[in-house]
């Protein structure tokens, strides 16, 4: 096992150190020796890639009004493309009607359905949307537009819930989801967020699998300054994450997040093996992981809601992180997941900057989307 942390010269790359039992005494680490050729050169070219991305925003958390207001039009910029699928299609839809008629119904289920909501989630909607709208009250399309977007509202809230990791210590946060969906990022993210609330942060790189993955997550810990807990490419996942956790709890770390190689929900020999890491995972205490992250990319449409399924199904998800909003106008399909998965939406991803991957909030999430100035 080794422990990564950023050494004090930038140029210098990653330390690594391993304690003589490899959990217990990392007062006691020694210095590893330089990787294979075709290991560096994998890391190499992560901190390439790493260095073109955008520069960690060294700036507090929003708290006056003004900066909220700014913090919601990132929102709004970064939904911007779907926005344009969704709100415009409704407008078009629903000004000049006087009445919620059949031909009403059928526009609104048609844009719904081009939105990524869903068969399943269009009727529920819809469905609500009647219950709440009488015929009376049509006199223009606003009472048709405060209604949706109170249904929205209200199918979205009931699944907004923040993540608290000060429940436990070492609260452990086990990310998974399919390659290219964004776990490595959102992990970096999470680090930075959580290190500006000062919390003790430690990553885990039980992505063994993938090349160069170990050496990515060591290039967001030297960015955040954050140990990252590793072996070798190749090694066994399972193995490193029980490591991690004893290591995390003997230095009294507050927030262990876990990183585990990217699957397909359609393999089950994979699937099978990452139930098989959440096992391991419990042999040291039956809490862990407190949360299952499923990091889930919006771009992917209905496909994020099949791939939400299955890893609830082997893993039991009690979490969610939908990525890549400000790169796809498939953003709808956020109320299909929520509809489908019934578990909280964690955090959404609408930029490249830390700050970018925010809190859920349904009022925010639906106002940002549903906008027609």
């Not at 990252?228 to 003997?250: F, K, R």
Request: no cysteine.
């Amino acid at each position: 096992m080794k422990f990564f942390k950023r050494r004090t010269k930038p140029a210098s790359g990653a330390d690594a150190e391993s304690s003589s039992d490899g959990v217990n005494a990392p007062s006691s680490a020694q210095p590893l020796a330089p990787q294979e050729d075709g290991n560096r050169d994998g890391a190499d070219r992560v901190k390439q890639e790493a260095a073109q991305d955008p520069p960690v925003s060294s700036q507090p958390s929003a708290g006056h009004p003004d900066e909220k207001v700014g913090m919601f039009e990132r929102l709004r910029s970064g939904l911007s493309r779907s926005r344009g699928q969704f709100a415009e299609g409704l407008a078009n839809v629903v000004l000049g009607k006087k009445q919620l008629d059949p031909a009403l119904l059928e526009a609104l289920e048609e844009q719904l359905i081009m939105a990524d909501l869903g068969l399943d989630t269009t009727e529920r909607v819809l469905e609500s949307l009647r219950h709440r709208l009488d015929r009376k009250d049509l006199a223009a399309e606003e009472p048709v537009m405060t209604a949706l977007r109170e249904t929205l509202v209200d199918l979205l809230a009931e699944h907004q819930a923040p993540l608290d990791v000060r429940l436990d210590q070492p609260f452990v946060i086990l990310v998974v989801g399919v390659n290219g969906a964004g776990k490595t990022t959102t992990i970096g993210k999470l680090a930075h967020r959580y290190k500006q609330q000062g919390l003790n942060v430690m990553l885990a790189a039980g992505d063994t699998f993938r090349a160069a993955a170990v050496e990515q997550l060591q290039v967001w810990g030297e960015r955040h300054d954050v140990p990252v807990i590793a072996q070798h490419t190749g090694a066994d996942s399972a193995s490193v994450l029980y490591d991690a956790i004893e290591a995390a709890t003997a230095r009294k770390v507050d927030v262990l997040i876990a990183d585990t190689a990217g699957r397909l929900q359609n393999k089950t020999h994979l699937m099978d093996e990452l139930s098989k890491v959440v096992r391991v995972m419990k042999k040291h205490n039956d809490a862990v992981p407190h949360e299952v992250l499923l990091v889930l990319d919006a771009g992917t449409g209905q496909n994020a809601v099949s791939q939400a399924v299955e890893f609830d199904q082997a893993v039991g998800i009690s979490g969610v992180a939908v990525t890549k909003l400000d790169g796809t106008a498939r953003g709808g399909v956020l109320f299909a997941i929520a509809d489908k998965l019934r578990r909280p939406i964690r955090f959404i991803g609408v930029g490249e900057q830390p700050d970018d991957l925010r809190d859920f909030s349904a009022t925010e999430f639906v106002d940002a989307l549903v906008d027609f100035q």
